[in-house]
């Protein structure tokens, strides 16, 4: 059964960093195209970063591009959102979501191209 299953969220202050873990069962994670995605609350879920199929690309949102790093660990068969200068603004419930299609571009930053996703971590940014 293909699962995902995000971890590492929490309460950080401004200016910390966080490292959300998101750990692929059932499936090869470097085989499909991958995202980070997060949605605050009221707000539609938007695109943080993602990575295509064997890692060779990846994109980022414009606001965490420099702060926000995506990775691909393939032996752990785990992606990683590193999360630096974190803002206010950065709070939210942040999901990954993985495709089998190669997606690049703004695709890749868009949750209606994923069909599987994880259940969610949650990150508040406070002081």
């Known amino acids: 059964q293909l699962q995902l299953v995000e971890s590492g969220g929490g309460l950080v202050q401004p200016g910390g960093s966080l490292r959300l873990s998101c750990a692929a069962s059932?499936?090869?994670?470097?085989?499909?195209?991958i995202g980070w995605f997060r949605q605050a609350p009221g707000k539609e879920r938007e695109g943080v970063s993602c990575?295509?199929?064997?890692?060779?690309?990846?994109n980022y949102a414009d606001s965490v591009k420099g702060r926000f790093t995506i990775s691909l660990d393939n032996a752990k068969n785990t992606v990683y959102l590193q999360m630096n200068s974190l803002k206010p603004e950065d709070t939210a419930s942040y999901y990954c979501?993985?495709?089998?299609?190669?997606?690049?571009?703004?695709?890749?930053?868009?949750?209606?191209?994923?069909?599987?996703w994880g259940q969610g971590t949650q990150v508040t940014v406070s002081s």
């Open positions: 979501a993985a495709d089998t299609l190669n997606l690049f571009g703004t695709s890749c930053l868009d949750p209606r191209q994923y069909h599987y």
């Open positions: 990575i295509s199929t064997g890692g060779y690309y990846t």
């Open positions: 059932g499936f090869t994670l470097k085989n499909y195209a």
